[in-house]
């Protein structure tokens, strides 16, 4: 949907258009189940008559987005000012040499911390006079496409970013006008929240309901409101590409690129056009290096990029951090009739179906919106750090929607759409060290969301607004400042040094992400210590009395010993410990069976290509000896997409099932698989996630 009119301007080279452009062809222009695309596109009256989209339908490029070859390879007489290596000499396609980009700054990852951060780099740019190129990766088919949340929104962050798109004050109109801009844009609501209830479900049936004045003050929705993230993110994308940034949907950030293996100097996109038997195909092309002065990274929970780096620079030791702990969200997006059709409701709960008494140490709880027109999204949030190896959080969620009190919220009505991702839940203590030579962390790839308010859409806004300022100011200090962009100079100089922006650190410490992240910091460990009635007792007590400032922390960070933390993989137990659950037939009505509602994410990926979900190799025996043996094969029942299961005790990876949640990377028996990313423009097809 974004089209690309800047690359036409700066970028039109023959050999750097064909890379990305023919090779993406075959993988995207016709990437999606693609009637899920053509049904949520019409966002209205039309969207509950496509529930199950067709798979072998087609779909139009102005369906599915502008941004193709056809628009770019017509403007490759355009002339670009950046250098390029190639070299046609190597005896393999594999082994030849990419063709490199120079920018100023390269995102990786497309989403509202990414977006906020090009876009307010290009006010600085345009308020200072010092221009930066800037450049965004996204892996999904087209900007919002692998965006998924909840989603109520706080939107002072949003209102932050806008309010410089006028004259550079803080008193810009745009801040006020975002909803009637988003309505314009995406033909999508931002619905005031209207009616806030928390309720405590009973298996048998029943609920009670907390009053909000014994509600953390952090769960108040007031001023909030209901949208769809993905639609947010289309929007901020057209913003950001008309103030100059590049996007470039539909290729996966492959590999982080080193100077000298001590800083990072940018990225590579995947290779295209390779057959599962690792030879190249007809359509192969390289894939092309993205080098910036500043690298930053904003791919969500548990990006593949942003975790090698963390890794590689020891980023949790230094930072004295805990693991990261991260819970499993499932969502489906209801279309209802007007009778159950509440606008601005918004609903929690804990209980049922995860927690049956107050020492229940499941962690998690259920969210139910209602969005204008008249759309329901309902979803569940399971704690990654559960015991129970047969617990099954998509069936956990099909059973929590047969309770009366959500039942009643959707019935009559047609689910249109259906998607999982994984969040961060380890909070305060789980933040790692920021930056590192030549980068930095953003939003959920650094573990910005508080779970507590349910919420972390804002933080990873105010992050990115925080990191351009903090890259702004450090790349346009000094003398003859200018004249050292790529804006300017079309290239990198080779003899400057990456640098490591240490100011993002210290300008997010300071900020009110940090006092609300310190403020519950404790209130997970004390779920996971002591069950839901303690941790309700205890968030309680932070909330209302200490407000962050107990002298105590409850998890112990781990600092050097982070390999003898306990990870969400290593809690789970033996499954000589529990019994099998049952659980009941899906309606086809209220409740779906997995792959009928995995139609409804028009989840697509290029069948011939290697598997991108890879075991490791120095734990190829889990798989044969451990996981079905020990534990009896949890992975064939925490993936929300079908994709791991066992034939006659062997493992079969249905790698084209893949939705990207990132689960499989967290909870697998020793975590066991290596997610790498495939093709890009794979994946779910999200339309008003």
């Given at each position: 949907m974004l089209?690309c009119?800047?690359?036409a ?7 750097l258009s064909?890379a ?7 993988a995207?222009?016709n990437?999606?189940?693609n009637a899920?695309?053509?049904a949520?596109?019409t966002?209205?009256?039309?969207i ?5 989209p067709?798979?072998?339908e ?5 369906n ?6 056809k628009s770019?390879?017509?403007?490759t ?9 190639s ?6 396609p ?7 980009m ?9 989403g ?6 090009s876009?307010r ?5 345009s308020?200072k006079g ?5 450049c965004?990766?996204?892996k999904g ?18 209102e932050?970013?806008?309010s410089?798109n006028?004259?550079?004050d ?5 801040s006020k006008?975002w909803?009637e ?11 005031p929240?209207t009616?806030?209830a928390?309720?405590v479900l009973t298996e048998?049936g ?10 953390p ?8 409101y209901i ?16 103030m100059?940034v590049e996007?470039?949907p539909?290729f996966?950030a492959d ?7 001590k800083a990072v100097k940018g990225?590579?996109t995947k290779?295209?056009g390779i057959?599962k038997?690792g030879?190249?195909k007809d ?5 092309v ?7 930053l990274?904003?791919e969500?929970a548990?990006?593949?990029c942003s ?5 590689k620079?020891?980023l949790?030791?230094?930072g004295?951090?805990d693991v ?5 969200g ?5 279309e209802v009739?007007e ?7 918004v609903?929690?709960?804990l209980?049922f179906p ?15 919106y ?9 979803g ?5 750090d559960?015991?129970n190896?047969?617990?099954?959080p998509?069936q956990?969620f099909?059973r929590w929607?047969t309770?009366?009190a959500?039942?009643?919220h959707?019935?009559?009505?047609t689910c249109?759409q ?6 961060n839940?380890g909070?305060?203590h789980?933040?790692?060290k ?8 953003l939003?959920?790839s ?5 779970a507590?308010k ?36 079309g290239?990198i100089?080779a003899e ?8 993002y650190?210290e300008n ?26 303690g941790?309700?007792l205890y968030?309680g ?5 200490t ?6 922390t409850l998890?112990?960070p ?9 990870t969400d993989a290593?809690?789970?137990?033996p499954?000589?410990d529990?019994?099998p ?19 409804r ?10 598997s ?6 120095d ?13 009896a ?7 929300p997409?079908?994709?791991y ?15 990207h949640c ?7 028996p020793e975590e066991?698989i290596?997610?790498?990313?495939p093709?890009?423009g794979?994946g779910p ?5």
């Open positions: 089209r009119a800047n690359i301007k700066r970028s039109s080279v023959g050999s064909a990305f452009f023919r090779g993406s062809t075959p995207v222009a990437s999606s189940r899920a695309v053509a949520y596109s966002f209205g009256h039309e509950g008559t496509h529930s199950k067709n798979a072998s087609p779909v139009s490029s102005s599915h987005r502008k941004f193709t070859n770019i390879c017509n403007n007489d355009h002339q670009l000012h950046r250098p390029f290596s070299d046609s000499d190597a005896d393999s594999l082994d030849q040499p990419r063709e490199a120079h920018y100023d700054v390269v995102i990786v990852g497309g509202p911390a990414g977006l906020a951060a876009i780099l290009k006010q600085l740019s308020q010092i221009d930066l190129s800037v965004i990766l996204e088919s087209e900007v919002g496409s692998h965006i998924l949340s909840g989603n109520v929104f706080d939107p002072k962050a949003l932050e970013l806008l410089h006028d004259n550079g803080n008193d810009g109109a745009d006008n909803r801009a988003l309505l314009e844009s995406q033909d999508s609501h931002a619905t929240v009616d806030d928390f309720l048998s029943g609920s009670y309901q907390v009053p909000n004045i014994f509600l003050s952090q769960l108040h929705n007031h001023g909030n949208i769809s993230l993905s639609k947010l993110a289309r929007y901020l994308g057209e913003m950001a590409e008309g100059g996007i470039y539909g996966a590999e982080v690129l080193y100077a000298d293996g990225v590579a290779d295209v057959a038997d030879e190249t359509t192969f092309e390289r894939g290096e993205l080098l910036g002065r500043q690298t990274f904003a969500g548990r990006g593949s975790e090698s780096i963390i890794s620079f020891n949790r030791q230094e004295g951090a990261q702990h991260f819970g499993l499932i969502k489906e997006v209801w009739p009778e159950n059709f509440k606008p601005g409701f609903q929690h709960t209980g995860l927690q049956s008494s107050v020492m229940d140490k499941v962690y998690g709880g259920s969210f139910l209602h969005q204008e027109p008249n759309l329901v999204l309902c569940l949030v399971v704690g990654l559960y015991e190896p047969y617990i099954n998509y956990e099909q929607k309770h009366p959500i039942k009643s959707l019935e009559g009505g249109v259906y998607g999982a991702r994984v969040l839940e909070g305060y789980s933040l790692p920021l930056t590192f030579p030549g980068g930095m962390l939003g959920c650094a573990g910005f969301l508080n507590v349910i919420k972390g859409s804002h933080c990873a806004i105010q992050s990115g607004i925080v990191a351009a300022e903090s890259v702004y100011e450090s790349l346009t200090s000094g003398d003859n400042a200018e004249e050292k962009t790529v804006a300017s100079m290239e100089n400057e040094s990456p640098l490591e922006v240490t100011k650190a997010m410490e300071k900020s009110w992400v940090y006092d609300e992240l310190k403020e519950v910091r404790n209130c997970h460990e004390a779920f996971s210590r002591w069950g839901v009635g941790g309700l968030t007590i932070a909330a209302h009395i407000k962050g400032r107990e002298p105590w998890p112990t781990v600092g050097n010993n982070i390999d003898e933390a306990k290593k809690s789970t137990k499954a000589k529990f019994q659950i049952k659980y009941p037939a899906p309606d086809g009505i209220l409740t779906f069976d997995l792959l009928t509602n995995l139609q994410s028009g989840t697509y990926h290029e069948d011939d290509q290697p991108h979900l890879r075991i490791k190799a734990v190829a025996h889990v798989p044969e000896n451990i996981s079905l043996q020990v534990y094969a949890p992975e064939s029942r925490f993936c997409a079908g994709v299961e066992y034939v006659d005790e062997k493992l079969v990876i249905n790698a084209q099932n893949c939705i990132k689960c499989c990377s967290i909870k697998m066991y290596d997610w790498t990313v093709e890009g794979g097809q999200y339309q008003v996630m």
